[in-house]
């Protein structure tokens, strides 16, 4: 086996369907992240604010 | 993506890499994979130990400031979970236990697992030092590099004492979720180390013994594969009888009650008999080790059990009257 034959073929629309999935499925993941993330400094700010 | 780059995790020893592998090249890896690096599994532990610490700890914290805390921990012991796997890559293909992780397994770029852990282990000592406290956010840095860089780079491809030095690495988050209460570090906290400490060996080397194949062809230098058997049944029942001495101090420094002694002293008795047992047989078929299976599954159970009573010690005692 040789490097060129395990390279992808993104000229294949199964492999580009395949890897624009997995882009969506990750941007969703990461942006889910980074809303809790927002929401977490918020309480977080709220919280020491209040301790204050 | 080529053979060079996935061969080139074996870091220069040069003992690994094996000429005629060619690395499977990657489509965008799935954020299951991510996940997956975060060794998912062993977090449970982490955030258990973390969390009994925590509550242990005497004092109050806002549950969003503990939340936080968790999470961070979480996020700590995830991250340095990535660069384990990054630099573990090649050895993982080479043992069963291990050969579907995402690396090994051809689902992601080495590189990739290392961005995602250093960002990972970055963010959760910056979160900790700004939600919670900056003593806290300095013992998870210290826990991520102990795991990461002291334990995986340095002392598992290099010495049989690997499991023994790095079980403080596993040892941290009950210090961290003590840490994040109270803001300093007492004598309890340290004991919880101890006991995670010195639980790792015998917890570690029972499983080591009935998959030492695997780590032998993976060029491990784990106890039983270099000391031999019957000194690692030994260093397991030893390292058993300091178990159930430090697991009884508490009480008997009269940092806890005896809601935590008497079942802790218990359990570390019965975790001394299935270590016995093993320390004292001599059978090197991996089909027949039963008693080593017994004792990994109790060790799990153990370590648990302890911490649970330790809480529920704690709170009884918090809310007893002075």
Redesign the interface.
């Given at each position: 086996m040789t490097e060129d034959e395990n390279r992808p073929d993104y000229n294949d629309p199964e492999t580009l369907k395949k890897l624009r999935e997995r882009q969506s499925s990750r941007a969703k993941v990461m942006g889910l992240c980074l809303i809790g993330l927002v929401i977490l400094f918020y309480l977080i700010t709220v919280v020491k604010i209040g301790m204050t | 993506?080529?053979?060079d780059t996935v061969t080139s995790t074996d870091h220069g020893t040069g003992q690994l890499a094996p000429s005629d592998y060619?690395?499977?090249?990657?489509?965008?890896?799935?954020?299951r994979d991510?996940y997956a690096l975060t060794k998912p599994g062993v977090l449970k532990l982490v955030i258990f130990t973390g969390i009994c610490g925590l509550l242990a700890a005497p004092g109050s914290i806002?549950p969003?400031?503990a939340f936080?805390a968790i999470?961070c921990i979480a996020l700590g012991a995830g991250g340095s979970a990535a660069l384990n796997q990054w630099y573990e890559g090649e050895i993982d293909g080479r043992m069963k236990r291990t050969s579907r992780r995402p690396i090994p397994a051809g689902r992601m770029q080495p590189q990739s697992a290392l961005h995602f852990g250093i960002g990972l282990s970055a963010l959760s000592v910056f979160?900790m030092g700004?939600?919670v406290n900056w003593l806290s956010a300095g013992i998870l840095a210290v826990a991520i590099f102990y795991y990461a860089v002291i334990y995986t780079i340095w002392l598992k491809p290099n010495t049989p004492q690997n499991i023994v030095i790095g079980g403080g690495a596993g040892a941290f988050p009950p210090v961290i979720g003590w840490a994040a209460v109270t803001g300093d570090v007492t004598l309890l906290p340290i004991l919880l180390f101890a006991l995670i400490f010195i639980w790792t060996p015998p917890h570690f080397w029972a499983l080591a013994m009935f998959v030492k194949s695997d780590y032998a062809k993976a060029g491990i230098p784990m106890m039983p594969v270099v000391a031999g058997e019957k000194s690692t049944r030994r260093q397991i029942f030893w390292y058993s009888v300091v178990l159930l001495a430090v697991a009884a101090a508490p009480p008997l420094l009269g940092l806890t009650g005896w809601i935590y002694g008497v079942p802790a002293i218990m359990l570390s008795l019965i975790f001394l008999g299935l270590a016995a047992k093993v320390g004292f047989r001599q059978e090197s078929d991996p089909k027949k080790m039963k008693p080593e299976k017994q004792l990994f599954a109790f060790s799990i159970v153990y370590l648990f059990a302890v911490f649970a009573v330790l809480v529920a010690d704690r709170l009884v005692y918090a809310g007893a009257p002075a």
């Open positions: - | 993506m080529n053979a060619i690395a499977p090249d990657y489509i965008a890896a799935d954020w991510f806002h969003v400031i936080t999470l979160i700004v939600g």
